[in-house]
Every structure is written in C-alpha cells, then in structure tokens.
C-alpha cells in the first residue's frame, strides 16, 4: 500500500502509484472505492449488499466494519487490559459483521517495544478458538440424509462448492432432511459470488408435521450470512428463497447448536 492522504471527515485516500483509493463513509461514498461500515462499533446494522448504484453505475463495495481490540480507543495505553474485550464480545463482532456479509478490521495496537501485547495475544488466540468451536460443528453436514443430487453441494461443509437453482428462476428451495431430529439455535448461510450477488428475499422454514414455520426471514446474503434464535428441534428444514435477481448460487447451508457451548 502506497502513501495515506487525510480528507473530509470520513474520507481518506491511499496512493498506490497507478491511481488513488478513495475510502469513504456512507455520506460521502460517491467518492469512495472502499466502503466503511459508517461506525466503530463492530457491527454492520443493516442488510448488506455488495453492488451499490453510483449515478447510474453499479458498483462492487463490499463493506468494511472496523473496532479496536479494546473498548474505547485504538492505541496502546499500559496497563490496560481492564478495556480488552472478552471473547464473547469479540464473537458477537464476528456474527455482526463477517456474519452479515461485511470484512472485519479487528484494531491491534503495538506496544513500546514495537510489539503486541501478550494479553492481546492471547486474546486474539482465544477468539480464534471460539470460532472454530462454535462453526466447526456443521450439523447439516453431519445429520442430513444425502440424496446424491446436486443439492448436496451446498450441505457438504465445503465451501469451494455449491448448488444452482434452476437456469432464469427467480425463486427456488433447498430442503433438508436428517435421520433423527436435530436441535439447533444458529444458521450460516453463504452464496457463491463469481456471478454476482443474487438473493434479495429469504426464510429459513422448519416442518412441523403439517406447515411450513419461519425460523428466519432475511434478504440479503452474500458471501456469508451467520443468524441466531432460541433453540429449535425439526427432522425436516429447508432454504426458502423467496427472491433473487437471476438464478441463486448457494455454497453453504448450514446450522449449529451452540448452547451446548455452555457449562
């Protein structure tokens, strides 16, 4: 990365020799090739969409969301670490920003010795470790009866893969089914992307033996979409896409329980 330029409130520039990068707020965003979030507060507080209209031209901003590793200021302070967040905050963030689609900047500050502190260190390790436990137990990956069809691309926990509604369709459903019934409190979803972003309308439905019941009604999913309700238990669940601009592409559908996280 080349030379940083201070601007507006909001707006600043990086120069990289062939051009400059215009890193803006949502109130000046007609300037901005980079997109902010418009706050520090680690989370991204509305639906996301990564194509956004500039006069007349459609642009690809994905979001960024950006906070310090410890509340209230970005910079190293000594003796400190009463403000370090706890990982259940630092979880909170992921869910509320990688979660809805956005790119997380975590702010880590070096000490006087030009290095990170050990407890922030050892912070980050443990955030870290959160993460893989609460999204390492794919129970749709684990559970679901496979049918040998190419559904099955985007319930395979495996994400350089995925599944494709039918050619020109606007609408379309994933369903699963598992061998026993299955008791789960988040949903993760994500769409392959290399097209564009489709999905404008989506529920997350449980069968209940004779409806249909929404778990999660959403719009926007983008490259990954993590949701959180009180704990369900179903044998049958699907992905009801209600809208999307052209045929949608799903990499991931997957679902966890995490409340047996807790002691």
């Known amino acids: 990365m080349g030379r940083r330029n201070s601007g507006p409130e909001g707006l600043c520039s990086f120069a990289t020799g062939r051009r400059t990068l215009v890193f803006a707020d949502v109130a000046l965003f007609e300037y901005g090739d980079i997109r902010w979030v418009g706050n520090e507060d680690g989370t991204i507080p509305y639906e996301s969409w990564n194509v956004l209209d500039r006069h007349g031209f459609l642009r690809w901003r994905p979001v960024e969301a950006d906070t310090p590793l410890h509340r209230g200021h970005w ?59 609460r999204y390492g137990g794919n129970l749709i990956a684990k559970e679901h009866i496979r049918s040998d069809s190419a559904a099955d691309l985007a319930l395979d926990g495996d994400a350089t893969t995925f599944w494709s509604a039918p050619t020109g369709s606007h609408h379309a459903a994933l369903e699963v089914s598992f061998r026993r019934p299955v ?25 209940t033996g004779r409806v249909w ?43 966890f329980h995490t409340a047996e996280e807790k002691p």
């Open 183 to 207: 008791t789960f409190d988040h949903s993760l979803l994500m769409e392959w992307l290399n097209d564009g972003q489709h999905v404008e309308s989506f529920r997350i439905e449980m069968w």
């Open 213 to 255: 019941k929404s778990i999660v009604e959403g719009r926007a999913i983008g490259h990954k979409r993590i949701d959180t309700f009180p704990s369900v238990t179903a044998s049958r669940i699907r992905l009801n896409i209600l809208a999307t601009t052209a045929e949608a592409h799903i990499r991931e559908f997957q679902i």
């Open 75 to 133: 910079f190293w302070h000594p003796n400190d670490e009463s403000t370090l967040k706890s990982v259940d905050e630092l979880v909170s963030t992921y869910e509320s920003t990688i979660g809805r689609g956005g790119q997380l900047m975590l702010g880590v500050a070096p000490d006087r010795r030009g290095l990170l502190p050990e407890v922030d260190v050892k912070r980050l390790e443990e955030f870290g470790a959160a993460i893989r436990k």
